[in-house]
């Protein structure tokens, strides 16, 4: 039976092996063309959620808070947390194609990359101009990155062949809310948050031909908010789990004011739900998670307090996760 047949040049155990072994790689292709976005339909809105994780801290089960809207295949990057640029390569969006990056607000788990991500889109080839948003000082954050990278600047620009970088890209600093920026896919709209000691922060609306979504940026349940999301298609907003906080005591030094820090600035998965109810939301969607990398609070932990307060759908967020 193991035999090969001549004519075939092939066993009957050699053709089963193969079989299966085109089968599991079918079953594993289909499941990684699941979590890669599929080309983007003419005029539709894309949201991803590249990075999911509240805080400065470095963990295993998520990358820190950075956003995608892509509409007509322009990308409008929101926040810049370490790995925003990698995960932008594994959500298949070319680094070539960075425009416009909106920052909501100066803590590191937000704009750790935001330099780092021009720097890596120039270096993938980019050419063009690149304008970004944000609460001051970003015309001196900017500014600073240049500097503690002009050494290897000026090297690649003749060594390599690449443009000058600097003048690519252009500050747009915000003080007040209002209109932060239109162009022919998009209206970007901000709202002053309540998040101390760090002022401002800002929350962001954009409102595109088929869709609007709102980013919360880090903020306590705050009336700004609530009318910046009015009626949204989309809201994306921060939380913490603010009973399993006390479990950092056991592995953070600084842990009593830590914990101060959190409550005082964030908003909880009961409030979360109330804002999303008071703005008459069509779907709440759960991101930068405080704690992050506790595996002991499940999804339906996020969503359940939250969903008591509000009937729309409510989506606990992972990284890359298409909303």
């Known amino acids: 039976m193991g035999k090969k ?30 979590q890669v976005p599929l080309q983007q339909k003419k005029g539709a809105t894309r949201v991803i959620l590249l990075g999911t994780g509240g805080g400065p801290r470095p963990n295993k089960m998520r990358n820190q808070t950075s956003q995608v809207v892509l509409v007509n295949d322009v990308p409008y990057i929101v926040d810049c947390g370490g790995g925003v640029s990698r995960q932008l390569v ?65 090297i690649r620009i003749p060594d390599e062949g690449r443009p000058p970088l600097v003048p690519m890209v252009s500050t747009h600093e915000i003080n007040k809310p209002g209109l932060v920026m239109e162009d022919e896919n998009v209206k970007v709209t901000s709202a002053v948050v309540n998040h101390p000691p760090v002022v401002p922060s800002f929350a962001y609306r954009f409102d595109t031909k088929d869709r609007s979504i709102v980013f919360s940026g880090d903020t306590t349940q705050c009336d700004s908010l609530i009318e910046l999301a009015k009626g949204a298609d989309v809201l994306i907003h921060e939380v913490i789990n603010k009973g399993a906080l006390g479990r950092l005591l056991a592995r ?4 009593d004011r830590l914990i101060k820090h959190i409550v005082d600035s964030h908003t909880t998965t009961e409030e979360v739900g109330m804002i999303a109810k008071k703005a008459g939301v069509k779907k ?9 990398d506790d595996p002991t609070i499940t999804d339906e932990m996020w969503i359940g307090p939250a969903k008591s307060q509000f009937d729309g759908e409510v989506i606990a967020a992972k990284d890359l996760l298409e909303v």
């Open 90 to 154: 594994f959500a298949n969006v070319p680094l070539t194609r960075l425009r416009h990056i909106f920052i909501t607000h100066h803590h590191s788990d937000h704009n750790l990359e935001y330099g780092s991500l021009i720097y890596n889109a120039w270096v993938s080839g980019f050419k063009g101009k690149i304008d970004a948003y944000g609460p001051p000082p970003l015309a001196k954050i900017t500014k600073a990155f240049f500097e503690t990278n002009e050494y290897d600047i000026n």
């Open 252 to 255: 953070v030094p600084n842990a």
């Open 284 to 292: 709440l969607v759960l991101t930068h998670f405080v704690p992050v």
């Open 5 to 34: 047949n001549k004519k075939q040049g092939i066993s009957r155990r050699d053709f089963l092996v193969g079989s299966l072994a085109t089968t599991i790689g079918l079953i594993g292709h289909k499941h990684l063309s699941a």
